[in-house]
Structures are given as structure tokens and as C-alpha cells.
């Protein structure tokens, strides 16, 4: 394993991933603290549909400087993770018109544990775990992988902006619910459980933002990203009582912030800095 050494300040770097069934290059925008030290918090952070990974991580240094947080964020590039299925969604299944659902080694989740232990290891770092945070079709990839994968190596997960929710539904096909790929109602409370935070901008209400998806299922939601965290927090309380499992979820508001907005960045390291 060769030696990581991250920058101070930002930096970036190339992980080679060699636990995917095809090995990979991938490139990691990253940022170190003055104040790092080997016990230093790691974040990883999911960036939006545009893939623009180092200025994500520019968006999220300010903070994590102030915070002492090392920020990692792993470029999904088009080539490689082409579309919402691949990167959204994590490619667990192709897109339509096949849907063939593929194997669980095959999907994108595995990366994120792979390159942390990777970090981890390489760096010298003493940390057992590690923050996740994703906003928009970021915080798309972050729900999933906390709810398909056992994210053994999580201590908490931030969740932002989302603009349109999976359902823990098993009678509903993947992505839009959990069904058809394997898991069963263990999952379902697993994923109830997790420690997760949903954080909304109160100011994200723009039913006419381009970005928004509006397919079927999405618009069920509601007519904005605002009203679609709402109702699906308030959905998921009441499927958790229903299920007789403990909600480990809590629902922050960034007052003021809109979608893509630098209260919500700050706001995402400040809940992952506890």
C-alpha cells in the first residue's frame, strides 16, 4: 500500500481501488486542517450531478478549517459513472430499458469503505469511523448507501437537499423503493435506525428549480425539495412506529439556505464535527 500524504490545506490525490471487480483510478479532492493530528475527524463528502469534486471541497473547507476536519472527496467522473444510475443510485441496477440488477460487488458503495480504510491505513490516522455527507444527488447516494450497505465504518450521515426520496418500501422496486434487489424487513429497520440526519434549507421551495426531478414518483412528494423532506421525514416516523424500531434519524433546517448554499455546507460539518 503506498504512502498517503495529504496536503495541508487542499490537495488532491489518486486512489487506486483495487477491491472492484474491475480496478479503478478515481481521483480524491481532500483537505487537511493546520490543527490535524493522526486522531483528526475524517469526512467524506458526496458531491452534486455537476461532479465537480474539488470545488465541493473548496465549499466545504472553510468550515472544516475552523471545524479541524479533514475532508475527502472522491470524484465520480462521467466516464467511469455515467448518468444518475451509476452515481445517484449507485449502480445497483443498469438503467432502463434493462434494469438488470447487478451484483452487489459491482455496486459504487463499496468505494466509499474502500477508501477510507485506504486513507486510514496509509495516513497513519488512528480514527475506527468516519462522516458522510452529501447534498442534492450527493445526498441521493448517501441515503442509499446507508441503507443498502451494513456501513459498519459510518458514525453518522448528513443528508442534504435531496430532491427526491427512495421509499423503505420492499413492495416498490429499487431505486425508487427497496424492493427487487435482495433485502428484506431486517434491512427496512436497519436502515430506520441508522444515525442520520436529514437537513433542509428552508429556503430550497422552488417548484420551478430546473434541477428538480419531476418524475412520477418524485412529484408524489411534494412540489419542491422543501416539502419533499418534510413529508418523507414525517413518513419514515411513522413507518418506524409502525415497525416498532427506534428512529435514529433527526431532521435539522438551515434557516435561509436554499439548495446549493454555503449555510448548508457549513451546517452539514458543524452536525458531522459532533
Known amino acids: 500500500m503506498g504512502k498517503v500524504i ?9 486512489f487506486r481501488d483495487e477491491g472492484a471487480p474491475s480496478p479503478r483510478s478515481m481521483r480524491v479532492f481532500s483537505f487537511r ?27 466545504l473547507a472553510p468550515q472544516a ?29 443498469r438503467p432502463p430499458p434493462d434494469d438488470t440488477v447487478l451484483p452487489r460487488d459491482h455496486w459504487s458503495f463499496g468505494i466509499i469503505d474502500r477508501l477510507f480504510h485506504h486513507v486510514r491505513d496509509a495516513s497513519g490516522s488512528s480514527r475506527d469511523s468516519f462522516g458522510l455527507f452529501g447534498n442534492s444527488a450527493g445526498a441521493q447516494f448517501v441515503l ?21 426520496y427512495m421509499l423503505p418500501n420492499l413492495a416498490k422496486d429499487y431505486p425508487d423503493g427497496m424492493g427487487g434487489i435482495g433485502l428484506n424487513a431486517d434491512h427496512l429497520r436497519r436502515y430506520l435506525g441508522r444515525s442520520l440526519v436529514i437537513l433542509l434549507g428552508d429556503a430550497d421551495n422552488d417548484p420551478d428549480a430546473p434541477d428538480l426531478p419531476r418524475w412520477d414518483e418524485a412529484m408524489a412528494q411534494g412540489p419542491h425539495r422543501l416539502a419533499r423532506g418534510l ?40 452536525i458531522l464535527n459532533g
Not at 436554499?258 to 457549513?266: A, N
Open 65 to 93: 478549517e475552523r471545524n479541524g476536519q479533514i475532508v475527502l472527496v472522491p470524484e465520480f467522473d462521467l466516464d467511469q459513472f455515467p448518468g444518475v444510475h451509476a452515481y445517484n443510485f449507485g449502480g445497483v441496477r
Open 6 to 14: 495529504l496536503a495541508e490545506g487542499a490537495g488532491s490525490f489518486v
Open 231 to 270: 413529508w418523507h421525514f414525517e413518513h419514515c416516523t411513522e413507518l418506524a412506529k409502525n415497525l416498532g424500531v427506534e428512529l435514529g434519524w433527526r431532521l435539522e433546517i438551515a434557516p435561509g439556505a436554499g439548495h446549493v448554499d454555503q449555510l448548508i455546507y457549513d451546517q452539514g460539518a458543524n
Open 33 to 59: 486542517p493546520r490543527s490535524s493530528t493522526r486522531h483528526t475527524r475524517i469526512i467524506i463528502a458526496m458531491h452534486g450531478v455537476d461532479r465537480a469534486a474539488a470545488e465541493f471541497r473548496d465549499l
Open 144 to 164: 442509499r448507501y446507508v441503507a443498502l450497505n451494513e456501513a459498519a465504518s459510518v458514525d453518522l450521515a448528513v443528508a442534504a437537499n435531496c430532491g427526491c
